[in-house]
T-cell receptor
Framework: AQSVTQLDSHVSVSEGTPVLLRCNYS??????LFWYVQHPNKGLQLLLK??????LVKGINGFEAEFKKSETSFHLTKPSAHMSDAAEYFC????????????FGAGTRLFVKA | DAGVIQSPRHEVTEMGQEVTLRCKPI?????LFWYRQTMMRGLELLIY????????DSGMPEDRFSAKMPNASFSTLKIQPSEPRDSAVYFC?????????????FGPGTRLTVL
C-alpha cells in the first residue's frame, strides 16, 4: 500500500528566506517520488523527481529535495524564496515496479510575503 | 510542442445535461490520465489509459461518468446526467509509457460548473 502525507497545508515565508515543504510517504515497493507545482488557474508542472538514483535531487527554479529512506521523507527546499514561488505544491508517490497507482498528497499552499 | 490540450477551458451547464470534456495528449505519449480536483477532495485519479485501453477506472465515481480513448491522440470524459456535485476542475495528463517513474504532463484543465 502507498500513501503520502504533506505535513503542512499552508506555509508562509518572506521573500529571500528559505522554503521548506515537508512530505512523508509510505510504500510497499521501491517508490518514485515527485514534486509538482500548480500556479493559480494552471495545470500541474513537474518540479523534480526521485527514481532510485541520487538521493539529492535538483529541480527547476532552484528547488531541491532529498530522499531519506530511514525517515520516509522527501522534503522540498529552496534557499531563497521568490514572489513567483507562491503556488500550491504537491508531493507524489508512485511504485517503480509492477502496476501503476500514483498517489497525490493533499497539497501545501506556499505564500511569499514581500 | 503544444503540450496537453484540453477543451473547453470552462463549461457552465445545468443539472441533468450531458457534458463532454476533451483531451489531446502529447504526441508520442501512450498513457493518458483523467483527474478531478476539488477543494474538499483534492486531486483524484479518475481513470488511466495505456495504449488506448482503460487500465484502471476504479476512481470513476459512478455510472454517470464514462471515458473513451478511440485513438492515441484523443480522449473524452463524459458526464451524463451532470449534477452540481460534479463541479470541479478536470485535468488530463499524459506520459510516455505510464510507468511509475514517468513524468506526467498536465493540461490546463477544464473548469466545470453545474448549476
Amino acid at each position: 500500500a502507498q500513501s503520502v502525507t504533506q505535513l503542512d497545508s499552508h506555509v508562509s515565508v518572506s521573500e529571500g528566506t528559505p522554503v521548506l515543504l515537508r512530505c512523508n510517504y509510505s510504500s510497499s515497493y521501491s517508490p518514485s517520488l515527485f514534486w509538482y507545482v500548480q500556479h493559480p488557474n494552471k495545470g500541474l508542472q513537474l518540479l523534480l523527481k526521485y527514481t532510485s538514483a541520487a538521493t539529492l535531487v535538483k529541480g527547476i527554479n532552484g528547488f531541491e529535495a532529498e530522499f531519506k529512506k530511514s525517515e520516509t521523507s522527501f522534503h522540498l527546499t529552496k534557499p531563497s524564496a521568490h514572489m513567483s514561488d507562491a503556488a500550491e505544491y504537491f508531493c507524489v508517490v508512485s511504485p517503480n515496479t509492477g502496476g501503476f497507482k500514483t498517489i497525490f498528497g493533499a497539497g501545501t499552499r506556499l505564500f511569499v510575503k514581500a | 510542442d503544444a503540450g496537453v490540450i484540453q477543451s473547453p477551458r470552462h463549461e457552465v451547464t445545468e443539472m441533468g445535461q450531458e457534458v463532454t470534456l476533451r483531451c489531446k495528449p502529447i504526441s508520442g505519449h501512450n498513457s493518458l490520465f483523467w483527474y478531478r480536483q476539488t477543494m474538499m477532495r483534492g486531486l483524484e485519479l479518475l481513470i488511466y489509459f495505456n495504449n488506448n485501453v482503460p487500465i484502471d477506472d476504479s476512481g470513476m465515481p459512478e455510472d454517470r461518468f464514462s471515458a473513451k480513448m478511440p485513438n492515441a491522440s484523443f480522449s473524452t470524459l463524459k458526464i451524463q446526467p451532470s449534477e452540481p456535485r460534479d463541479s470541479a476542475v478536470y485535468f488530463c495528463a499524459s506520459s510516455f509509457s505510464g510507468g511509475g517513474s514517468d513524468t506526467q504532463y498536465f493540461g490546463p484543465g477544464t473548469r466545470l460548473t453545474v448549476l
